[in-house]
């Protein structure tokens, strides 16, 4: 941990003004690493990298002072991707990781894309490592090939003879060592990129920085006050913008009052947006006075199909649709006959659970800045975004303009959790649209009370399910159905349309593969409300999750059975996640009684990392009250690429979890948020969250995601000690104190 | 007329009428961003600065209350990381978005300003002013630990 990385500004600044012989230049040195690389993307990378040193490929570029300067696709909203990824090639490399210097990646899809989002740029999913692990070590590997073909002609020695240390070709029988540096200045660089065959690449007893713990890139300016964030930019001659958006999706302003608005001191003018009332305002504090007093200063026409909306109402009708079998659905995932086979069954347990809404809280309200050209074609971005794609694309559709004329500078993210990754990015089009409106530089701020109410939020679901035993009590059939409010054609239509018409978003985690049910299955019944919604930490493992989990408890106590064994029972087949269930048992001394607290336990096969947990409760039945009191967790993610950081993740999802379960709840009457800041929307404090025990099992997989996987284990294992307490089952997150009375009465 | 006080050991002043909030002339007036905006109604404590030696939400406290006050932010609490808060942020790998960390840190710096010694629930009490979305709370109560340790 005493590795040091310098990273650049977060910002993609691109120089303008190049010529078209250095662009000629760059194009030939970049044909390499990247079969799709078309002239103009060279460009641009050449640009990007041109004055951190000899680009090597599009992703690699030496100093002959030996400072790597190396690309980071991802945005970073704390996941340490910025890290991940280039650590990745440097491994592969094998460089000097003292001397790498992080640069963002520019918003190029064929150089730089995201393979496990259909090339865009775009980070979510937990998924950036193990889509990028594949290629950036490829890509590593090819540059470190160039520099050993190099050394070998510089050395007229057979390449086959030699090795390299970090940074540092070297030739054993003739003591002769070469820098990267001194290599890069002379080196050639191909005009293919030279073919690595997997069984080139490190094996992981190889490995210098993967699976080892380095400095995350960023985090000496996150101590300091100098890491920035969008909100912390500032552009000459630029004015403040806030807007009050329409509560319901669809509606637009009618009658504005500008009266109050007008008696703030240095405020410009009040914009009529499609979809609300922007004020500008010279400074700060005018635009955010400015937007206080256009509270309850609009009207609204009623054009959505939000309007009247009521989440209560909402709810119980989802919920008797999902319990009521002729109300129609969709099969969504099927393994043998499970309706048929339960109609067998010699025992058959049913039971409806709920989800409500909840919000990102992302600790950064949302903001952007914008600038654009007096005609109107060009435009300049400041942004925190989860797609540098989509930032992209939203902008240029919005004002119908190629996308070659956006320039995107993007920074560090305070917090992401899924909102910043729409495909309408509709927070940085507010900027966009005052910005042309004002013919100069607008930074928009969102305030909390926007930011939530605004908010879009993880759907309401209402879930019921059936499971059939057979006389030995084996659990041979399993039925679900899900009402749940759409997500991804909201957020995305064409990334839905691209998914087969599947809302994946709303229902990923409902499938239970690595259990031993023979048939299992399900449905989903599609439903728009109009509320706005998203994925969120965790999607629809979270929910879907929770109710499976819980519910698989409800059959152990059904059969009289431990819940951990029932467990292993069904995992018979699946090796690994007997291992983090044996081993998060033995760790929380599962089989030993607590007096007064409660132990639940839950496990969950997220992408293919396999997680369990167990938490251990207290109930205070006088006010309904939950306490967690330590909640351990065992996590095989494959190669652990950064070891801390995956606990550190593991401890970030747990307390995320912990909100969703107890705390957080987004209510919707009329179509509209009835919360609106932390008093009323209460995220986890210090004085909340258990102690945390997280063990990693490490095996030589490939590595999967790790950002979110805990999130959806503590609901479940939370009611579980619950009913372990009490004998009674919470089958509605979050078990506010209220429910918790209702539910113990 | 301007409001004068002072910043970080330098004087400062503003134009800025005397409801605003101290918050805003720091960011967007005096550039120093490291303070962040997170709810504006003192309840999440990204804003945390210290006035006169005692931490304040900066979001809640209006220029005219600060006329004539020391006003430190983290750009301030030292010139090069050197705190031993700064470190043992660091060495217990605290930040994940980073974004409420300024305000955690201040906080802590004023905790063990009053209180070198802290006892673990005396942490958690202090510290629970501030919120982390990213959940980074069970190392920021080691780094606390750390730093009142190695001071």
Not at chain 1, 662 to 688: C, H, W
Not at chain 2, 62 to 75: H, L, P
């Amino acid at each position: 941990m005493t590795k040091h990385v310098a990273i650049e500004g977060l910002n993609t600044s691109i120089p303008s003004v190049l010529s078209r012989r250095q662009v000629m230049i760059g194009a030939a040195g970049l044909t390499f690493a990247v079969a799709l690389t078309r002239v103009d993307d060279a460009f641009a990378a050449v640009s990007a990298v041109e004055m951190t040193g000899r680009p090597l490929s599009p992703w690699v570029s030496i100093m002959s002072d030996g400072t790597i300067s190396i690309m980071s696709p991802a945005t970073e909203m704390g996941q340490g991707s910025t890290t991940s990824l280039p650590l990745i090639i440097a491994e592969e490399l094998d460089a000097d990781w003292s001397k790498v210097r992080i640069v963002p990646a520019p918003p190029i899809e064929a150089l730089y894309g995201n393979p496990g989002f259909a090339g865009q740029m775009y980070t979510a999913g937990s998924n950036a490592v193990t889509s990028y692990f594949r290629p950036l070590r490829i890509f590593g590997a090819q540059v470190r090939r160039v520099l050993l073909d190099t050394a070998a002609n510089k050395l007229g020695v057979p390449a086959a003879e030699l090795t390299t240390e970090p940074s540092m070709v070297v030739h054993a029988k003739s003591g002769r060592k070469l820098s990267y540096g001194d290599i890069a200045s002379i080196a050639d660089v191909p005009a293919k990129a030279p073919e690595i065959k997997p069984e080139q690449l490190k094996r992981p007893s190889e490995f210098r920085l993967i699976s080892k713990d380095v400095m995350r890139a960023e985090l000496p300016n996150k101590v300091n006050g100098s890491a920035k964030y969008a909100i912390d930019v500032q552009v000459p001659g630029m004015l403040y913008g806030a807007v009050l958006r329409t509560p319901v999706e669809g509606g637009a302003p009618d009658k504005i009052d500008e009266s109050k608005v007008r008696s703030v001191d240095d405020v410009i003018r009040v914009v009529r947006l499609p979809y609300g009332v922007a004020v500008l305002a010279e400074t700060a504090w005018a635009a955010l006075a400015a937007r206080r007093a256009l509270d309850g200063a609009v009207t609204w026409t009623r054009i959505g199909m939000g309007w009247g909306f009521d989440s209560d109402a909402g709810m119980e009708a989802f919920a008797a649709a999902a319990s009521t079998p002729k109300v129609p659905a969709t099969e969504w995932d099927r393994q043998g006959n499970p309706l048929e086979e339960i109609t067998k069954a010699t025992t058959v347990l049913e039971a409806t659970y709920r989800c409500d809404y909840a919000y990102h809280a992302q600790m950064e309200p949302l903001n952007a800045i914008a600038s654009v050209s007096p005609a109107g074609d060009a435009v300049e971005l400041w942004c925190g975004t989860q797609s540098q794609s989509l930032a992209v694309e939203a902008t240029a559709k919005v004002l119908g303009i190629p996308r070659d004329k956006v320039k995107l500078n993007y920074y560090l993210m305070g917090g992401g959790f899924g909102r910043r990754g729409h495909r309408d990015e509709e927070f940085i089009v507010d900027a966009v649209l005052l910005a042309k409106e004002a013919g100069r530089p607008v930074k928009v701020l969102w305030t909390r009370e926007d930011d939530v109410r605004n908010g879009r939020f993880r759907p309401i679901t209402a879930h019921h399910l059936r499971a059939g035993l057979d006389a030995t009590g084996k659990l041979v059939a399993w039925h679900h159905r899900v009402a749940g409010d759409r997500v991804t054609p909201y957020m995305d239509t064409v990334r839905f349309q691209q998914g087969g018409g599947r809302d994946y978003i709303l229902m990923r985690g409902v499938e239970l593969r690595s259990y031993d049910i023979p048939h299992q299955g399900t449905d989903q019944l599609y439903r728009d409300t109009g509320v706005r919604t998203s994925p969120l930490r965790g999607i629809g493992f979270t929910a879907n999750k929770f109710v499976t989990e819980a519910f698989l408890d409800e059959i152990a106590q059904k059969r009289g059975i431990d819940p951990v064994a029932f467990r292993l029972e069904l995992l018979k087949n699946t090796p690994r996640g007997r291992k983090v269930v044996e081993r998060v048992a033995q760790m929380a001394d599962w089989g030993r009684k607590r007096d007064g607290r409660g132990l639940g336990f839950a496990f969950i096969d997220y992408s293919g990392t396999l997680t369990a947990g167990i938490a251990e409760v207290s109930l205070d039945r006088g006010s309904g009250q939950i306490r967690v009191h330590n909640f351990w967790c065992t996590l095989d993610c494959g190669i652990p690429v950064q070891p801390d950081n995956v606990v550190a993740q593991t401890e970030s999802s747990i307390v995320y979890g912990l909100g969703v379960s107890l705390t957080e709840r987004i209510s919707i009457k009329d179509g509209a948020v009835e919360q609106s800041n932390f008093y009323d929307y209460r995220v986890p404090r210090m004085n909340e969250v258990p102690i945390m025990h997280i063990e990693i099992i490490a095996t030589d997989n490939h590595p999967t995601g790790v950002g979110q996987m805990a999130t959806p284990l503590v609901a479940p294992a939370i009611a579980g000690a619950i009913s372990q307490l009490t004998g009674v089952r919470l089958r509605h997150t979050p078990f506010t104190p209220e429910r918790v009375k209702k539910a113990l009465a | 007329m301007g409001i004068n006080f002072t910043v970080n050991g330098k004087a400062a002043s503003t134009d800025a009428p005397p409801a605003t909030a101290l918050l805003w002339v720091i960011r967007e007036g005096l550039k120093l961003t490291g303070t962040k905006f997170g709810c504006g109604t003192g309840l999440c404590g990204a804003c945390m600065v210290h006035i006169d030696g005692k931490r304040a939400f900066s979001c809640q406290t209006q220029m005219s209350e600060v006329a004539g006050k020391v006003v430190t932010t983290i750009e301030g609490l030292s010139l090069d990381s050197s705190h031993p808060l700064q470190k043992a942020w660091l060495a217990e790998q605290v930040p994940q978005c980073g974004y409420c960390q300024s305000g955690q840190i201040m906080s802590a710096a004023d905790l063990l300003n009053h209180n070198p010694r802290p006892t673990r629930d005396q942490i958690v009490e202090h510290m629970s002013t501030n919120i982390c979305r990213c959940g980074t709370y069970q190392r920021i109560v080691r780094a606390v630990e750390r730093a009142a340790r190695e001071a």
